[in-house]
């Protein structure tokens, strides 16, 4: 496996308007095949976090490198180019597209990256088998349960093979047992080989789906902590 980071922030900070910052002197090294859990309270800097990784936003100062890709450079249409190819993400609320049947939104990225149509849906109902939900490939997203339409959007997010999975409480607006699905997909990805970042304020989720854990505090990093409970990591592993 390779060594070299999927994600690496040198000294990032984030400030809105005139208020403290929203991330203030960040640095953080993920390596492939990680899985990490971004915890902390409400305000504490977990979107911004997110969305910097992902090139949803920019930072006033530092650094954002992702797969080898300098995201804090991009333009908006880099950015998106590199939205496509290097992550996937999948949110607390699924963002699945009504209008459309569930192969048609799995197929959705890679068509918009460029991949004829009968490819596209080739590689959805691979997925959507490997998931667990082939059957439902002719459905529409309103017709499913919580935990159908977030394996759905999982299956989007890794449409592209993206080096990287965001997950932002994924788990947030599902019930206890769509939850436990959820997690445990999480985890068999991450044992695949799958390089999780997932952002939750839920200790349980964190503690069951990654192996180490990133806390934030008032936009600082606070911690950094291996799940083995070898304690916080030294700065120069971060």
């Known amino acids: 496996m390779s060594s070299t980071p999927v994600i690496e922030l040198r000294e990032v900070s984030r400030r809105y308007d005139d208020g403290p910052p929203a991330l203030h002197h960040a640095s953080l090294t993920v390596r492939p095949g990680e899985a990490v859990a971004i915890l902390g309270p409400s305000g504490s800097g977990k979107s911004t976090l997110l969305n910097l990784i992902a090139g949803l936003d920019r930072p006033d100062e530092g650094t954002v490198t992702v797969d080898g890709v300098r995201v804090d450079g991009l333009g908006e249409a880099g950015a998106a180019r590199?939205?496509?190819?290097?992550?996937?993400?999948?949110?607390?609320?699924?963002?699945?597209?009504?209008?459309?049947?569930?192969?048609?939104?799995?197929?959705?990225?890679?068509?918009?990256?460029?991949?004829?149509?009968?490819?596209?849906?080739?590689?959805?109902?691979?997925?959507?088998?490997?998931?667990?939900?082939?059957?439902?490939?002719?459905?529409?997203?309103?017709?499913?349960?919580?935990?159908?339409?977030?394996?759905?959007?999982?299956?989007?997010?890794?449409?592209?093979?993206?080096?990287?999975?965001?997950?932002?409480?994924?788990?947030?607006?599902?019930?206890?047992?769509?939850?436990?699905?959820?997690?445990?997909?999480?985890?068999?990805?991450?044992?695949e080989g799958q390089t999780v970042v997932l952002v939750t304020h839920d200790l349980a989720l964190a503690r069951s789906c990654t192996d180490r854990t990133v806390e934030l505090v008032d936009g600082r990093i606070a911690s950094d902590t291996a799940a083995t409970g070898a304690g916080p990591l030294s700065r120069s592993a971060r």
């Open 82 to 191: 590199f939205r496509r190819a290097k992550v996937g993400m999948v949110f607390q609320f699924f963002h699945l597209l009504d209008d459309l049947t569930v192969a048609d939104n799995v197929a959705l990225p890679a068509q918009l990256a460029g991949t004829p149509r009968a490819a596209a849906h080739r590689r959805a109902a691979e997925l959507l088998e490997d998931l667990g939900i082939d059957r439902y490939s002719g459905a529409y997203p309103g017709t499913l349960s919580g935990g159908q339409r977030q394996r759905v959007a999982v299956a989007r997010a890794l449409m592209n093979r993206p080096p990287l999975l965001l997950a932002d409480e994924p788990t947030g607006a599902l019930d206890s047992v769509s939850g436990e699905e959820v997690s445990r997909l999480l985890r068999e990805l991450h044992a």
